[in-house]
């Protein structure tokens, strides 16, 4: 049946019917390259398995711990592509990204070992004589086409973005009322989980090269850059300017997450750290405020001042777009970890226990003497109430007698405070 329009089609109908046919030529489109990529994918994961993972197996080279860490669970990770192929292959494109995303804890798995797997390879290519020569003839063979094994093992990472993008045009160019509009649907959201997997492993490796970076550059180890939680900002030279008007030095200064490292160059005579730099102060961002000073308008330069709980630091470049830039992460990185001690310290607030205590606790031992001596108190003082005001009327003088009695009524000039005062000893006695 074909679905050109007739002449007789009215205008708003041909164009309806034009829009749906471009949506079916992109459909099929994506269709075609989807399960294309697919079959070379497969191939390229059954080189892994067939010339490295089955023949280390086999000969013993590698032992059985190592081989897990270098190629992690990319067998299983095969047996399911295999599967989706032939999903895709029958144009069953909902059922098969359907049940594929099932075993997506497999890609989970073989993403948060992938740093691991490039540690563990590079040490037994370095160490490993046996393992280094097999590895190199198995590379030699044509079907890897000069691929090494370094290359072929992030394949699953860099599917799993094709999967993203090619599913996303998929669903885009499939009609809502297409059954496998919600299969798809759910298969990019549940791949574009992974992906966001992915691109957060990268991001935390990068930063973690950085730390390490201005870790290996600092004199010593005094002060600790790899720290849990932190991210590397930014770092650069800026001039100090001392509080007593002397001449503004140029420092170099590290900014992270949650604080701001001061540091000066090593003398460059220095045979071992000429080229590292001196730890000065470690200012934490925790409660710090930041203000421009001057550098406002278009003017050469400009002036920021950071004030600490226990320190003030004044910052100046000649540069206006540097300073700007520094203002700028500086408030990012203020008000972020605000933000976090903030959502913090709320849920701290939610977790904290009510300080009166449960009914259970009314009928304890200690609470039951606490009541026992306040009632005893309380007694004890109206009876001594009692006989002072007894005494008092019985006196016909109002000399020294009458004084000394007043001062021994004045805790009780005010009967209502009574109650107070009387839970206030029972207080101070438990």
Not at 36 to 52: A, G, N, S
Not at 181 to 199: D, G, N, W
Request: proline share 5%; aromatic share 8%.
């Amino acid at each position: 049946m074909s679905f050109a329009p007739s002449p007789f089609t009215p205008m708003g109908s041909r164009s309806i019917q034009e829009q749906r046919n471009r949506w079916e030529r992109k459909r099929i489109r994506t269709a075609r390259e989807l399960v294309q990529t697919e079959q070379r994918y497969c191939e390229q994961l059954d080189l892994v398995i067939m010339y490295f993972v089955e023949i280390l197996k086999a000969k013993g080279t590698l032992r059985q711990d190592i081989s897990e860490s270098i190629f992690s669970s990319i067998k299983s990770i095969h047996l399911i592509n295999q599967t989706l192929l032939a999903h895709l292959e029958e144009e069953r494109f909902g059922v098969g990204f359907e049940e594929f995303c099932t075993h997506l804890q497999m890609y989970n798995t073989y993403v948060d070992n992938m740093l691991t797997a490039k540690k563990v390879l590079m040490v037994q290519v370095k160490k490993n004589k046996a393992f280094r020569r097999f590895k190199k003839l198995q590379e030699s063979r044509p079907e890897f086409h000069q691929q090494k094994l370094e290359d072929l093992l992030p394949l699953p990472l860099l599917r799993i973005q094709q999967y993203n993008h090619l599913l996303r045009d998929l669903t885009g160019n499939t009609s809502p009322d297409n059954p496998e509009f919600q299969q798809l649907s759910k298969a990019v959201k549940a791949i574009s989980e992974v992906t966001q997997r992915i691109q957060d492993n990268a991001r935390s490796h990068e930063n973690y090269l950085q730390l390490r970076r201005v870790q290996k550059q600092l004199k010593g180890r005094k002060t600790r850059i790899l720290a849990p939680g932190r991210w590397y900002i930014r770092e650069g030279w800026l001039k100090t300017v001392p509080p007593k008007g002397t001449e503004a030095k140029p420092k170099m200064f590290f900014l992270f997450s949650d604080i701001l490292l001061q540091a000066k160059p090593c003398s460059p005579i220095h045979p071992v750290n000429g080229d590292k730099f001196a730890s000065q102060r470690v200012y934490p961002l925790k409660e710090c405020t930041v203000d421009k000073v001057f550098g406002h308008t278009k003017s050469q330069g400009g002036l920021i001042s950071l004030t600490f709980a226990r320190a003030k630091l004044l910052l100046m470049s000649d540069d206006q777009e540097n300073i700007n830039d520094w203002y700028r992460s500086l408030c990012m990185a203020i008000g972020q970890l605000k933000t976090k001690n903030t959502a913090v310290h709320r849920r701290e607030d939610l977790r904290r226990k009510p300080i009166r205590s449960d009914p259970d606790s009314k009928n304890s031992p200690e609470l039951q003497q606490a009541c026992g001596i306040k009632r005893t108190m309380m007694f004890d003082e109206e009876i001594r109430e009692n006989s002072e005001v007894h005494s008092s009327s019985s006196m016909p003088s109002v000399g020294e007698n009458s004084h000394s009695a007043t001062k021994r009524l004045k805790p009780n000039e005010a009967p209502s405070a009574r109650p107070q005062e009387s839970s206030g000893s029972s207080c101070l006695i438990l």
